[in-house]
């Protein structure tokens, strides 16, 4: 069973807004954490931003912020004021303590900015 | 930030010759490490997580036979592709924490070509 959902495959925004990237995910861990990695085409991860199951509050970094909603399991990534250099894929991907730190991945959203 | 450094960045091979691929952590100790394998335009597919002094856990589906891993030291671990095949040719990848920090460290990753 898939446990992480992206279902925006490809997604297009305006140079200067803001866009939100779907992410939902399923788990009986009650610890866990939830990442948003940037992935452009020369293929290196880019690490954007971390959300922990017990975190209060939402994280933010910058322009990236995580609008988590736990009872929902879902965790969306926006994105404010695009810039031309965040055209690349994201993937939202999850880390169960009981299942020894390993990181599992979303199928991924194609983001291209328009100038 | 820590540093995972992947080696060599691109191989061509010819179709029933072995591939090794390294993995190194810079400046931390990564008892367990991870191999992913990405083919174009999908997500990253966990293959194996390699485990310092013992061996190493592949995922369902994955040959153990043809994907071999090797977790030597604390800071060293290799993937070696046997008797490649054109199937064989993706972008692999490997990861490792540096604990407590939240973020996985990613390799630059190997393009592997066999022809």
């Known amino acids: 069973a898939q446990k992480i959902t992206q279902t925006q495959p490809g997604m297009f925004v305006q140079e200067k807004e803001a866009v939100t990237l779907d992410c939902t995910y399923d788990?009986?861990?009650?610890?866990?954490?939830l990442f948003w990695y940037k992935q452009p085409s020369s293929g290196e991860m880019i690490f954007l931003i971390y959300?922990?199951?017990?975190?209060?509050q939402n994280a933010t970094e910058g322009r990236y912020s995580l609008n988590f909603q736990k009872a929902r399991k879902s965790a969306n990534l926006v994105i404010s004021a695009s810039q031309l250099g965040d055209s690349a894929m994201y993937f939202c991907?999850?880390?169960?303590?009981?299942?020894?730190?390993?990181?599992?991945f979303g199928p991924g959203t194609s983001l291209s900015v328009i100038p | 930030g820590a540093v995972v450094s992947q080696h060599p960045s691109r191989v061509i091979c010819k179709s029933g010759t072995s591939v090794k691929i390294e993995c190194r952590s810079l400046?931390?100790?990564?008892?367990?490490m991870f191999w992913y394998r990405q083919f174009p335009k999908q997500s990253l597919m966990l293959m194996a997580t390699?485990?310092?002094?013992?061996?190493?856990?592949?995922e369902q589906g994955v040959e153990k036979d043809k994907f071999l891993i090797n977790h030597a030291s604390l800071t060293l671990s290799t993937l070696t592709v046997t008797s490649a095949h054109p199937e064989d040719s993706s972008f692999y990848i490997c990861?490792?924490?540096?604990?407590?920090?939240?973020?996985?460290?990613f390799g630059q990753g190997t393009r592997l070509t066999v022809v």
């Open positions: 990861s490792a924490w540096d604990r407590p920090n939240t973020e996985a460290f």
């Open positions: 788990t009986s861990d009650p610890s866990y954490g």
């Open positions: 959300q922990g199951s017990y975190d209060q």
């Open positions: 991907a999850m880390r169960e303590v009981t299942s020894y730190d390993k990181v599992i």
């Open positions: 400046d931390f100790q990564a008892t367990t």
């Open positions: 390699s485990n310092e002094g013992s061996k190493a856990t592949y």
